[in-house]
């Protein structure tokens, strides 16, 4: 059963970049054939994809958030991260990993982690 | 984007009760609609994907129908872990989007 766990900091600064690790356990991501997502949950709003990566080079964007965001995978520490840049306040969300055979839906989550943007 | 909507926003229900929620799609995704159950402070829990098949350890009162623009989730009987909030998901196009959610609280 794959586990997801998501770290980072807590508190982000305008216009700064926010960076989130997902760490995978039970399963490989340079062996597994899963998708590795994230996906995030303002105060109050429903959940938005933000985008997903395959160890296959496959990736794709939530075109909304245009160039800001980006998804890396990290086979040597078995992780797999998020960097979007030039926050706002409107980027404060609870942020998830999420994980499954199809890129389109999420069978393995993680907790969540929640960032604020404030200066 | 295709906007999902849900309704209600909110259902009151006794426990062993059944319910059924509604997920509208501003256009057809086929059957490509999936369902997550959230519960307060948790990750979302995938349900039903491909509008009718369950997920693997999702018990049998669950049970997903339909497709193009118009789909229903329904639970047969009501137990308490199933008081949270329910959303749709179009899987279909991208970029993939959610319903608002419907709240299910005990009556």
């Known amino acids: 059963q794959v586990q997801l766990q998501e770290s980072g900091p807590g508190l982000v600064k305008p216009s700064e970049t926010l960076s989130l690790t997902c760490s995978v356990s039970?399963?490989?991501?340079?062996?597994?054939?899963?998708?590795w997502s994230w996906v995030r949950q303002p105060p109050g709003k429903e959940l938005e994809w933000l985008g997903y990566?395959?160890?296959?080079?496959?990736?794709n964007y939530n075109p909304s958030l245009k160039s800001r965001v980006t998804i890396s995978l990290d086979t040597s520490k078995n992780q797999f991260s998020l960097k979007l840049s030039s926050v706002t306040v409107a980027d404060t969300a609870v942020y998830y990993c999420?994980?499954?055979?199809?890129?389109?839906?999420?069978?393995?989550w993680g907790q969540g982690t929640r960032v604020t943007v404030s200066s | 984007e295709i906007v999902m909507t849900q309704s209600p926003a909110t259902l009151s229900v006794s426990p062993g009760e059944g319910v059924t929620l509604s997920c509208r799609a501003s256009q057809s995704v086929g059957n490509n609609l999936a369902w997550y159950r959230q519960k307060p402070g948790q990750a979302p829990r995938l349900l039903i994907y491909a509008a009718s098949a369950r997920a693997i350890g999702i018990p049998a009162r669950f049970s997903g129908s339909g497709s193009g623009t118009d789909f229903t989730l329904t639970i047969s009987s009501l137990q308490s872990e199933d008081f949270a909030v329910y959303y749709c998901?179009?899987?279909?196009?991208?970029?993939?989007?959610f319903g608002g959610g419907t709240k299910v609280e005990i009556k």
């Open positions: 990566i395959h160890k296959n080079g496959d990736s």
């Open positions: 999420a994980a499954d055979s199809a890129p389109n839906r999420y069978f393995h």
């Open positions: 998901q179009q899987h279909n196009i991208w970029p993939l989007t």
């Open positions: 039970a399963v490989s991501v340079s062996i597994s054939t899963d998708y």
